[in-house]
């Protein structure tokens, strides 16, 4: 008995040392896990950007899986530069959009950009470990955001008209899920002007914003409005708070070879954020000017 009360420091201090080497560095964790992603990339470029990734506070999965992400500030000088926040893999079995987030990154630690760029690449990382479309707990967190119809039309939604698809489960209640809210952190602290969310299968770039005219630098997805749902972000963001929100929707769900026709799309971003504005401004204006010709 003595002998094992002097030893249990010991052994204690021996299981810690097991368990801290159990975890690995958040550098060689986001190498790991997006190496792992298909398609070709820049090994140099990535180890680059994961010498660089960070985790928010709190920022983690249902399954206890650290949620990262790299940022990339623009080019010191640049007038009007905004801030493009990228989510990918928000459904896990959506594996292309990962690839390309992961392409983003890669290049972000070569180039000197316009704009500021945070990339989370793997928002849902037990429905990637999973290959399912929803988290731990079987929520789709795209339906998971809190918008204000939540509480009266999500499930109602879900019940209805998706008739209870367990892929489409909002959850049962607003932000209930961990990667939800770390979502909404991340939309706090960086405060993006753009949101692109990355997914597949259907081919299409899905703008929530008001009508601009199609960036015709990018034809290889066509622009079109898919429209937003109770608890998806493009109504958290675009019909709650007037900030636009682009889905990609990777065409087909392999991994496209040239990942660098992405590149084009990334380019893109800031005219499609300034185009936003300018409508926005108009508006403001027009309304401003009907309230002064009432007074
Ligand atoms: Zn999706």
Same mark, same amino acid.
């Given at each position: 008995?003595?002998?094992?009360?002097?030893?249990?420091?010991?052994?204690?201090? $021996?299981?810690?040392?097991?368990e801290?080497?159990?975890?690995?560095?958040?550098?060689? $964790?986001?190498?790991?896990?997006?190496?792992?992603? =298909?398609?070709?990339?820049?090994?140099?470029?990535?180890?680059?950007?994961?010498?660089?990734?960070?985790?928010?506070?709190?920022?983690?999965?249902?399954?206890?899986?650290?949620?990262?992400? &790299?940022?990339?500030?623009?080019?010191?000088?640049?007038?009007?530069?905004?801030k493009?926040?990228?989510?990918?893999?928000?459904?896990?079995?959506?594996?292309?959009s990962?690839s390309?987030?992961?392409?983003?990154?890669?290049?972000?630690?070569?180039i000197?950009?316009?704009?500021?760029?945070?990339?989370?690449?793997?928002?849902?990382?037990?429905?990637?470990?999973?290959?399912?479309?929803?988290?731990?707990?079987?929520?789709?967190?795209?339906?998971? &955001?809190?918008?204000?119809?939540?509480?009266?039309l999500?499930?109602?939604?879900?019940?209805?008209?998706?008739?209870?698809?367990?892929?489409?489960?909002?959850?049962?209640?607003?932000?209930?899920?961990?990667?939800?809210?770390?979502?909404?952190?991340?939309?706090?602290? $960086?405060?993006?002007?753009?949101?692109?969310?990355?997914?597949?299968?259907?081919?299409?770039?899905? $703008?929530?914003?008001?009508?601009?005219?199609?960036?015709?630098?990018f =034809?290889?997805?066509?622009?079109?409005?898919?429209?937003n749902?109770?608890?998806?972000?493009?109504?958290y963001?675009?019909?709650?708070?007037?900030?636009?929100?682009?889905?990609?929707?990777?065409?087909?769900?392999?991994?496209?070879?040239?990942?660098?026709q &992405?590149?084009?799309?990334?380019?893109?971003?800031?005219?499609?954020?300034?185009?936003?504005?300018?409508?926005?401004?108009?508006?403001?204006?027009?309304?401003?000017?009907?309230?002064?010709?009432?007074?």
């Amino acid at each position: 008995m003595i002998l094992l009360l002097i030893l249990l420091p010991f052994i204690q201090s $021996f299981t810690s040392l097991a368990e801290e080497n159990k975890t690995p560095s958040l550098e060689s $964790f986001c190498y790991e896990e997006l190496n792992k992603l =298909p398609g070709k990339h820049k090994d140099d470029s990535l180890r680059a950007a994961c010498k660089e990734v960070k985790v928010l506070e709190g920022c983690e999965s249902e399954k206890g899986v650290r949620i990262y992400h &790299f940022d990339k500030a623009a080019k010191e000088g640049v007038e009007g530069s905004r801030k493009v926040l990228v989510f990918s893999l928000v459904h896990g079995d959506e594996i292309p959009s990962g690839s390309v987030a992961r392409a983003w990154m890669e290049r972000l630690t070569t180039i000197e950009p316009r704009n500021s760029w945070r990339v989370v690449p793997i928002l849902n990382p037990d429905g990637l470990a999973k290959k399912t479309r929803m988290n731990g707990n079987g929520v789709d967190i795209n339906r998971n &955001f809190p918008t204000e119809d939540w509480d009266n039309l999500a499930l109602k939604y879900w019940n209805e008209k998706t008739k209870k698809d367990p892929r489409r489960f909002p959850g049962k209640s607003a932000a209930s899920e961990k990667e939800t809210v770390c979502a909404i952190k991340h939309i706090e602290d $960086f405060n993006p002007d753009l949101i692109l969310s990355i997914h597949t299968p259907y081919g299409v770039l899905d $703008f929530d914003g008001p009508r601009i005219p199609p960036p015709r630098a990018f =034809p290889k997805l066509p622009w079109k409005s898919l429209g937003n749902y109770p608890g998806s972000l493009g109504r958290y963001m675009w019909v709650d708070r007037s900030k636009p929100t682009l889905t990609v929707e990777l065409h087909g769900n392999h991994v496209a070879d040239k990942l660098e026709q &992405f590149d084009k799309l990334q380019d893109i971003t800031g005219d499609i954020v300034i185009q936003t504005e300018k409508i926005l401004n108009e508006k403001k204006e027009e309304e401003t000017s009907k309230k002064n010709s009432k007074k």
